[in-house]
């Protein structure tokens, strides 16, 4: 346990902390109502620092001056009557030049439009040798006003940050004090020389430099985000020998209502640290930590958000205890390991928000918030998307229905999306794997074909396994879509009735996964052990096929209670016997467009065992197919299953789609493929 001085500043007790270097220390100190900073002999050396450095940048708007009397001298020696012209159309020039930093800082396009010019002159003047012209006086000018006005510039900067330094270390009394020195200064040197004409304009292109330092130093000190680079470093040097948290663990630290000038915060872990209350922040080292947001700052010190804008705002870690977030809008916020316990969040929008377990919402009053805003002009809003949604959160109703939504697994794809792989590749992961929420998921472009896809998960899931298992089910789909095959989900045949709850539970969205995979209305296939095939209804049923079974290859295995034997277990001409002999009973009966289904039946096996290019294991999945289409075939119109004729369709498209278009196989299907499945009845 450190320890820290107590003294007495009027009626309280204030714990002084000047000075002190906790760095890189782990600290488990109350430092409500400490006053930080630094001690008086530091300001005091501050103070001389910046006066002595005025005694030299005082001399640099004299330069500034006396480069632009040069000129003047220079043009009035030449002609009187030409001089008096030119007088006030460079005093013009020069003045406007100190106007663009003011207005736009010291970008690259003020920095051009005096630099380019004081060039091209300079070369101009140079390669034309007219020095003693007087015709092209304001020409030989040009580099001798350029340089006038970057030598004021150089001292503009230099005012800026003497003022910055003075002001954030010794408040504007100092401030005060170095401006009216700087003020003598210039004068004393301008008038050392002379008190000519030329004395009066040097000392009034000086005075121009001094007021536009001072002007800039208002508006770094103020925020203006052109000059925040010379905020940030006048911060830094104001700092110096102040109280430093430099690296600390500051986690659950309390600084209520304390005083928190020049002290440096940087690399500092504020998770869940408390500043309510706390004053001069803005003249601390905050660089890295939340509280360098001057937003966040202000939230963090006042607890007061009401309708304000965070859209995008750091707040990983912020202690938000008790803070009014009523109608705030806290779109795509990172508010990881932040805590919430006892705020209002009434009204407020929380789309895209980042939030994890560590998020505290304990006793949060909510009666309902938003999922969605849309900006309609400068700083208005429409909500939408309101949870819940009918009626209000009941007091402890919000944390239990964040806590079930706020887990997610977080997948990138590089090269887009397949939204029949993904879709495909979610209902998959949600079978094999409790704690997908099938009804959560978000999918955002990050541009250049990246997709950034998060997906709904339950507190207690396997992230780990999920997120593998999506990827894996993911890349499976992919491959087997580039080849044109079929997709079918997998199951295990005591997973029927955990799939029959996940269906009532969350149908409508599993519903509309599968329909985006499949092809159309068409029923799919969850295929489980010893080749048994549960057909997913439309209306979310799931029932068994009582039909002959059937291979599609790979490890896809579909086939039903009458299955004895698989594909693989008989010879391919056992299996052509079999095929041929059931096609032979389909001439037997009469039934409509029977002999068109024996006709091409017939010629499809043909062309399968007589095809080249097929592996004989690819020859009796496409047989199997066959003898399904032809037993399915011998029903009556009205008694034929439907799904199971699409799927051994499905299986001879996907089996031709291997090989090429210069199969038999293949040319077969591309011709009458579509026939078949208006004999079946499962196109129009």
């Known amino acids: 346990m450190l320890k ?29 109502k400490s006053k930080g900073g630094q001690k008086t002999y530091i300001k005091t050396g501050i103070f001389l620092g910046v006066l002595i450095s005025s005694l030299l940048v005082s001399v640099i708007p004299f330069l500034s001056g006396f480069f632009l009397q040069i000129v003047i001298e220079d043009i009035l020696g030449k002609s009187v009557l030409l001089g008096i012209n030119f007088v006030f159309l460079i005093f013009f020039v020069y003045i406007s030049a100190f106007i663009l930093p003011v207005n736009y800082g010291f970008n690259n396009l003020a920095i051009s439009i005096v630099m380019f010019p004081t060039l091209l002159g300079t070369i101009m003047s140079i390669t034309l040798g007219l020095g003693g012209s007087s015709q092209y006086s304001i020409l030989i000018a040009i580099p001798f006003i350029g340089l006038s006005i970057i030598i004021g510039w150089v001292g503009t900067i230099g005012i800026v940050f003497l003022l910055s330094i003075i002001t954030i270390s010794c408040k504007k009394v100092g401030a005060i004090f170095i401006f009216i020195f700087l003020f003598l200064m210039i004068i004393l040197i301008t008038f050392e020389r002379n008190l000519s004409l030329q004395g009066i304009l040097t000392l009034l292109a000086a005075i121009t430099v001094l007021i536009t330092g001072t002007i800039i130093a208002q508006k770094a000190l103020k925020g203006d985000p052109k000059f925040a680079w010379i905020r940030d470093q006048a911060v830094f040097w104001a700092a110096i020998g102040g109280t430093s948290f430099y690296g600390c663990d500051l986690t659950d630290a309390c600084f209520d209502g304390a005083d928190l000038p020049h002290t440096d915060f940087r690399q500092a872990k504020l998770t869940r640290a408390s500043f309510e209350g706390a004053m001069r922040l803005d003249l601390s080292r905050l660089q890295g930590t939340i509280l360098e947001q001057p937003k966040v700052r202000k939230l963090l010190t006042s607890k007061m958000g009401f309708e304000e804008d965070y859209t995008g705002a750091n707040l990983n870690g912020a202690n938000l205890r008790g803070a009014n977030l009523t109608g705030a809008i806290l779109t795509e916020v990172q508010a990881l390991d932040a805590d919430f316990s006892g705020a209002t969040l009434t009204g407020a929008c929380i789309q895209e928000w980042n939030i994890n377990k560590n998020t505290r919402f304990h006793n949060v009053l909510c009666e309902k918030v938003y999922l969605k805003c849309t900006r309609k002009g400068h700083g208005t809003f429409i909500f939408s998307e309101p949870k819940p949604d009918h009626g209000t959160f009941q007091p402890g109703e919000f944390e239990k229905w964040i806590t079930e939504i706020q887990d997610t697994v977080d997948l990138i794809f590089q090269k887009g999306l397949n939204w029949k792989a993904f879709a495909f590749a979610i209902t998959q992961t949600a079978i094999d794997t409790e704690g997908v929420n099938v009804s959560r998921y978000q999918v955002e472009h990050k541009g250049e074909g990246v997709m950034s896809v998060k997906v709904g998960v339950t507190p207690e899931a396997n992230k780990a396994e999920i997120h593998q298992g999506i990827v894996n089910n993911y890349d499976s789909a992919v491959e087997l879509l580039d080849r044109g095959a079929p997709l079918f ?4 045949n005591n997973q029927i009735e955990e799939i029959r709850d996940l269906l009532r539970s969350q149908w409508q969205e599993f519903r509309e996964f599968v329909n985006v995979f499949s092809e159309a209305n068409r029923s799919i296939s969850i295929h489980g052990e010893g080749n048994r095939v549960y057909i997913l209804k439309q209306a979310g049923d799931i029932m068994e096929t009582k039909s002959e079974g059937f291979n599609v290859g790979g490890n896809f295995a579909i086939g039903g209670d009458n299955m004895t034997m698989t594909g693989a277990q008989l010879t391919l001409g056992d299996l052509t016997g079999q095929v ?6 389909l001439h037997d009966v009469q039934s409509e467009n029977g002999q068109d289904l024996v006709n091409i039946l017939t010629n499809l096996q043909q062309s399968i065992t007589t095809d080249p290019a097929l592996a004989e294991n690819q020859q009796k999945r496409a047989l199997k197919a066959v003898e399904t289409l032809a037993k ?3 029903k009556p119109p009205e008694e034929r299953d439907k799904d199971i004729a699409g799927m051994a369709l499905d299986a001879l498209q996907g089996i031709s789609a291997t090989v090429g278009h210069a199969s038999k196989l293949a040319e077969f299907a591309e011709k009458y493929l579509p026939t078949l499945s208006k004999l079946f009845g499962l196109v129009g």
């Open 580 to 585: 041929t002999n059931t096609i032979q009973e």
């Open 4 to 32: 820290m001085k107590n003294r007495q500043y009027g009626k309280e007790n204030i714990y002084d902390i000047q000075g002190e270097n906790y760095t890189n220390k782990l600290l488990t100190l109350d430092f409500k």
């Open 632 to 634: 399915e075939g011998k």
């Open 489 to 492: 989900l997998q199951a295990k």
